[in-house]
């Protein structure tokens, strides 16, 4: 193969490649149209909200802003009941690194009651998350709880698994901040669609979690 047609067909898939970001980003975004708030009075009603974990700090040690926002929303949809149980998705996968049990601190030094609080320790992805809610925890109807970015990719892995979901958007933080997150999630919502090609599954499934009525 000469340089001149190996270059041509490096091009060729570039362009393939974000052309196709291209398609995946805007299915998503346009599946999330109408389901989407970003005030706690407009927002109905569910029984049980998803909160997906993030790390409490950045890789710096720092505060991490995407986590305090994610914190504020569960919290004001807590204590104006627009949702009643609240389970919260995250990675657990090491001894030292715990998401869901953070936060679950944090929502009651706040005042929210724990037993409305349910753990899921095994949300190491979106996917996993969404799944486990509908497989484990037996729900077929949620509020999602996150950045708007995020919700997006959610609602549309919900959608895939008849999940009739809406999503209550956390402040987001400034694009500076964010900016390596932003670039990954375009990425992510590509793989939604090669998760759901490939029939993958959550990294682990496990007995059932019953919430209370």
């Not at 970003?38 to 109905?44: C, D, Q, R």
């Not at 720092?62 to 627009?82: P, V």
């Not at 657990?92 to 899921?120: C, H, V, W």
């Not at 992805?125 to 077929?140: H, N, P, Y």
Request: hydrophobic content about 45%.
């Amino acid at each position: 193969m000469t340089w001149k047609r190996f270059f041509k067909i490096a091009v060729a898939l570039i362009i393939i490649c974000f052309v196709s970001l291209f398609i995946c980003n805007k299915i998503i975004a346009d599946n999330a149209k109408g389901k989407l708030y970003s005030a706690s009075t407009e927002i109905p009603y569910n029984r049980v909200g998803i909160l997906l974990g993030t790390s409490k700090t950045t890789i710096n040690g720092y505060g991490n802003a995407f986590y305090n926002n994610r914190i504020n929303a569960a919290i004001e949809l807590l204590k104006n009941n627009k949702i009643k149980y609240l389970v919260i998705s995250g990675d657990n996968g090491r001894t030292e690194y715990d998401e869901p049990t953070a936060m679950r601190t944090d929502l009651i030094n706040a005042g929210i009651d724990s037993n409305r609080l349910f753990l899921d320790y095994a949300g190491f992805r979106t996917f996993d998350s969404m799944k486990r809610l509908k497989e484990v925890f037996g729900q077929d109807a949620v509020t999602i709880i996150s950045q708007q970015f995020h919700n997006e990719r959610a609602l549309y892995i919900a959608k895939r698994l008849n999940i009739s979901a809406i999503a209550f958007n956390a402040k987001d933080v400034s694009s500076s901040v964010g900016f390596r997150t932003i670039v990954r999630e375009k990425f992510a919502r590509a793989k939604v669609f090669l998760d759901f090609w490939f029939g993958k599954e959550p990294k682990f499934l496990g007995p059932k979690v019953i919430l209370p009525e």
